[in-house]
Each structure stands twice: as structure tokens, then as C-alpha cells.
């Protein structure tokens, strides 16, 4: 087999939960090109779990869903040269879109998303045929090395135990109150990161304001770099987020904060453990449990 081409658009955590599959694809692949969002792309091929990264937006994928034929000179046609195994997760409910790929790489895997309770990276992993190969990623000594700096520059010490907190997450549903992240880290011994992404403002702000303890902000660091971050830290407690998936694969010890809903979007890695909490309200039982686990964590 001379490569493999992988397409999936999706965000930080939804590609994520498919590096179990992508590893998989990798190891029957001289080369595997990742097409993704850029940023996601460069996070992969620095973690090593792609060789080559490719920005979904310049495949020509939207020729598939028209009544034109895909012009041989086409990006996507370029690409599937080099590449006799195409696994997409994308695109799947529209038939002319499946069929139309099918007619340029006959053997493409075209895979639907998951209908069912089954973990979301488990139904990933399954779409290519492959066995379990969830061990963490270890980062390069170059990225840790990333993350050490980033984290003197917001004024970290250089020898304390670090915990990264994400109190953000892409959507209100997903985020916990703020003064739950408050309670259970006011007494742990360690140094307190807080990351803030783009979207994370407000949750990070609320929690800052709240906090009556020193907190280093880490504020839109590159991927990579927050990879480096996380895999040094001592544990990271956040909500369902990508960052909360990053933490997870880079194999640093994770209390992830989940809905009952969302529970089979967690994280594939065994050093990952998920609550489930009430994101509308906090509750008492509730804080109690994700501060004992925190404390058992650490």
C-alpha cells in the first residue's frame, strides 16, 4: 500500500477521538495525509500521528456534491494518486456525494456517524477495520520543551507541579459554573493555569474573578504549543471540550466534566476520567465528587 488519505473536517475533539483509527490506518500506510483544519492538520503531524496534513478546504470536495464532473487536475484527484486508501468521515448522508467518491477511489470508506451509545472513537475505529491501539501519544522532547517555555513566560516558577484548568468549552451546554472550578481547586497544591481559547472569555473571566488564589493565564497558545503544556502538567481539569481531548491523548491524568447526553464523545485514553455533572446549576453532591476525584488524581 503506497499511502492513505484521510478526510475529516471536524473540530479539535471530534478529530481526536479518531486518532485510535488514524494510528490504525497509519501502521498499514507508508505515508498517511491527515485533510482537516489547518491548525488541527500541524497539531497531528507534530503529535506524529499524521505524516502529511492537508487543508480540507482545498480539496474540491463541493465538486462531489454538484452535477459537474471533478476536473482530472483537481486537487482531490492529485491527491488520491498517492493515496489508494481514502477513508472519509465526512459527507456520508448524501448518496451523490458517497457515489461520486466511490467513482475515483472505488474502495473509499465513507463513514457514517454514530447512531448508537457506543463511544464515538470505538465507532471510528471500527469504520477502518482495525484493532485497539489507545496507548497516549508522547509529545516530542522539542514540544515539551514548547510547553515549558510558554509557561515561564506567564510566570510559572519552573519547578512546581502544574494543574491546567479549561473552565471554557464551544458551547454554554457544556460548561460547568464557573464557582464549581472555584471550590474544588482553592486548597490543591499546585500551580494554577487557567487556558483560554477563542471562546473561552467569559467562563475564564468569571472564574478569575472568583478565584482567591494566584492563576496564570495561558491565552491562545498554538496547538502544539498547549500539547507541550498539557503533557508537562501534573493533571488538568476542564469540560467536554477539545482542549479536555488534548489533554487526554497527550496521556496527562484528566478529570473531564460531561453531560449525561454527551458521554459517548469521551475521550479514548485510560488517563482520562469522566463525571458527570449538571451543567445549569451547581450541585452540591456534584462538586464534592469532582473535588475528591481531583484530589485522588493528584
Avoid at 4 to 25: E, K, T
Avoid at 39 to 62: H, P, W, Y
Avoid at 127 to 143: F, K, V, Y
Wanted: overall charge neutral; aromatic content about 6%.
Amino acid at each position: 500500500m503506497k499511502g492513505a488519505l484521510v478526510i475529516h473536517p471536524g473540530a479539535l475533539g471530534d478529530v481526536l477521538l479518531a486518532v485510535p483509527a488514524l494510528r490504525a490506518l497509519r501502521a498499514s500506510a507508508t505515508v498517511l495525509t491527515i485533510a482537516a483544519q489547518p491548525r488541527i492538520g500541524a497539531l497531528l503531524v507534530a503529535l506524529g500521528v499524521a505524516d502529511r496534513a492537508v487543508a480540507f478546504d482545498t480539496l474540491g470536495l463541493d465538486g462531489l456534491f454538484g452535477d459537474a464532473s471533478l476536473a482530472p487536475h483537481a486537487p482531490l484527484a492529485r491527491h488520491l494518486i498517492d493515496a489508494p486508501r481514502v477513508v472519509c468521515w465526512f459527507g456520508a448522508r448524501d448518496a451523490d456525494f458517497t457515489r461520486r467518491l466511490r467513482a475515483l477511489a472505488p474502495d473509499a470508506v465513507v463513514a457514517a456517524p454514530t447512531t448508537s451509545a457506543m463511544p464515538v472513537w470505538q465507532h471510528l475505529l471500527q469504520t477502518t477495520g482495525a484493532s485497539d491501539a489507545r496507548e497516549p501519544i508522547t509529545p516530542t522532547p522539542a514540544l515539551l520543551d514548547d510547553g515549558r517555555r510558554a509557561l515561564r513566560g506567564i510566570g510559572w516558577d519552573g519547578a512546581s507541579r502544574v494543574l491546567v484548568l479549561h473552565p471554557g468549552a464551544g458551547g454554554v451546554g457544556k460548561r460547568w459554573p464557573s464557582d464549581g472550578f472555584v471550590r474544588v481547586v482553592e486548597k490543591v497544591d499546585a500551580t494554577l493555569v487557567v487556558h483560554q481559547g477563542p471562546a473561552d472569555a467569559e467562563a475564564v473571566r468569571a472564574f478569575v474573578e472568583r478565584i482567591r488564589r494566584p492563576v496564570l493565564r495561558l491565552v491562545d497558545p498554538s496547538l502544539p504549543t498547549l500539547a507541550g503544556v498539557l503533557a508537562g502538567a501534573a493533571g488538568y481539569l476542564g469540560n467536554d471540550s477539545g482542549v479536555s481531548h488534548l489533554a487526554a491523548a497527550v496521556g496527562t491524568p484528566s478529570l473531564v466534566l460531561f453531560t449525561e447526553a454527551a458521554l459517548p464523545w469521551r475521550p479514548w485514553s485510560a488517563t482520562a476520567h469522566c463525571l458527570m455533572v449538571t451543567t445549569t446549576e451547581l450541585v452540591g453532591a456534584e462538586w464534592l465528587a469532582v473535588r475528591a476525584a481531583l484530589s485522588a488524581m493528584l
